[in-house]
């Protein structure tokens, strides 16, 4: 009888030194509830191992190995989407190509601690609760970067010259009260991955984050939408089709789809949670494609970007993150003992 190809892919496996070292996966129930995923039942790696092990489990199949790519590959794509446009900008003495480099940067931060938060989570239950809030830190920064791109790229001339600069102090505060709430709601609700109330201030602090940020955008897309130039057209589908992969990717992280409907089949590949990462990366692209073609249009001529601002900001907000989650990290215990 011809061997499957999961049979020869195996085998072929096994002459792959790193392949032996590693030990196989574990079920749900043999792991922290903490570490479960929501209708993942398989997959999980052996908890309490040395670094290197989680490190060499980069090259292992199990449940977090595509969480982990996903978001490396988006960050070398960024980071070449760059490269290119740099043919097209002078980054050192182009005020509107700082936006688009200052994004490009929150995005890569982003992508980056996602990936190193899936790669080393498992760990232990403490490692995971530390771990994901250092991912809301990337997740918030990516955040205030969509903001300050739309804002100094997409905004209408008219509340642009209202806000100001003002209007990136607003994000920044936005943005480190959406940290905050991220961080207390898997602080407090965290014990229980299942639990509702945890994903409703998930999507509540982010969807709060995204309108703020969408203000200034709004009295453009109604003119784009009134006015009949072809520009005015490729516009409105820019500004729709970003939005429209924001809404999927809030949908992806929350329906747990399809391994709510068919627990067990989608534990290694096709969980929502990758779904999820891919659309993001898809965003940030499709966000520095739209960006890129507002600039080219002149349609961001009435914003003047201060790239020391942008990156003052960006820093500040590290650093009141970082100082948030060294002081919630003393109720990490406290979480943990409701647990047990």
């Given at each position: 009888?011809?061997d499957?190809?999961?049979?020869?892919?195996?085998?072929?496996l096994?002459?792959?030194?790193?392949?032996?070292?590693?030990?196989p996966t574990?079920?749900?129930?043999?792991?922290?509830?903490?570490?479960?995923?929501?209708?993942?039942?398989?997959?999980?790696?052996?908890?309490?191992?040395r670094?290197?092990?989680?490190?060499?489990?980069?090259?292992?199949?199990?449940?977090?190995?595509?969480?982990?790519?996903?978001?490396?590959?988006?960050?070398?794509?960024?980071?070449?989407?760059?490269?290119?446009?740099?043919?097209?900008?002078d980054?050192?003495?182009?005020?509107?190509?700082?936006?688009?480099?200052?994004?490009?940067?929150?995005?890569?931060?982003?992508?980056?601690?996602?990936?190193?938060?899936?790669?080393?989570?498992?760990?232990?239950?403490?490692?995971?609760?530390?771990?994901?809030?250092?991912?809301?830190?990337?997740?918030?920064i990516?955040?205030?970067?969509?903001?300050?791109?739309?804002?100094?790229?997409?905004?209408?001339?008219?509340?642009?010259?209202?806000?100001?600069?003002?209007?990136?102090?607003?994000?920044?505060?936005?943005?480190?009260?959406?940290?905050?709430?991220?961080?207390?709601?898997?602080?407090?609700?965290?014990?229980?991955?299942?639990?509702?109330?945890?994903?409703?201030?998930?999507?509540?602090?982010?969807?709060f984050?995204?309108?703020?940020?969408?203000?200034?955008?709004?009295?453009?897309?109604?003119?784009?939408?009134?006015?009949?130039?072809?520009w005015?057209?490729?516009?409105?589908?820019c500004?729709?089709?970003?939005?429209?992969?924001?809404?999927?990717?809030?949908?992806?992280?929350?329906?747990?789809?399809?391994?709510?409907?068919?627990?067990?089949?989608?534990?290694?590949?096709?969980?929502?949670?990758?779904?999820?990462?891919?659309?993001?990366?898809l965003?940030?692209?499709?966000?520095?494609?739209?960006?890129?073609?507002?600039?080219?249009?002149?349609?961001?001529?009435?914003?003047?970007?201060?790239?020391?601002?942008?990156?003052i900001t960006?820093?500040?907000?590290?650093?009141?993150?970082v100082?948030?989650?060294?002081?919630?990290?003393?109720?990490?215990?406290?979480?943990?003992?409701?647990?047990?």
């Open positions: 009888m011809t499957s190809f999961y049979d020869i892919l195996k085998r072929c096994q002459f792959i030194p790193w392949e032996r070292e590693l030990q574990l079920s749900a129930s043999n792991v922290s509830m903490v570490l479960h995923e929501p209708s993942i039942l398989a997959g999980y790696r052996l908890p309490n191992q670094w290197l092990y989680y490190v060499k489990s980069l090259f292992q199949l199990h449940n977090e190995t595509l969480n982990v790519w996903t978001h490396l590959i988006g960050a070398l794509l960024i980071v070449h989407r760059l490269h290119i446009y740099s043919g097209e900008y980054y050192l003495t182009d005020p509107h190509s700082w936006p688009v480099l200052a994004f490009g940067i929150c995005s890569i931060m982003c992508d980056f601690t996602s990936s190193c938060v899936h790669l080393f989570h498992s760990k232990s239950p403490y490692i995971h609760y530390i771990a994901f809030m250092v991912d809301y830190i990337g997740a918030t990516y955040s205030f970067g969509s903001g300050m791109l739309l804002y100094y790229v997409q905004s209408d001339p008219h509340l642009y010259n209202i806000f100001g600069h003002w209007f990136l102090a607003i994000i920044a505060i936005v943005t480190v009260l959406n940290f905050l709430v991220l961080c207390g709601a898997k602080v407090y609700y965290g014990e229980d991955p299942s639990n509702l109330k945890r994903k409703y201030f998930f999507l509540g602090a982010m969807a984050e995204f309108f703020t940020c969408s203000i200034p955008v709004v009295p453009r897309f109604i003119y784009c939408v009134q006015n009949d130039e072809d005015a057209s490729t516009a409105v589908e500004i729709v089709m970003t939005m429209f992969l924001f809404f999927l990717q809030s949908l992806a992280f929350s329906a747990h789809q399809p391994e709510k409907t068919w627990p067990g089949k989608f534990d290694i590949i096709g969980h929502g949670h990758q779904i999820f990462h891919i659309l993001t990366v965003t940030q692209m499709y966000q520095l494609g739209t960006a890129h073609y507002f600039n080219m249009q002149g349609l961001s001529s009435h914003t003047q970007p201060d790239l020391i601002m942008i990156l960006i820093h500040l907000i590290i650093a009141t993150d100082m948030i989650l060294w002081i919630l990290r003393t109720y990490v215990s406290k979480c943990l003992s409701k647990l047990q």
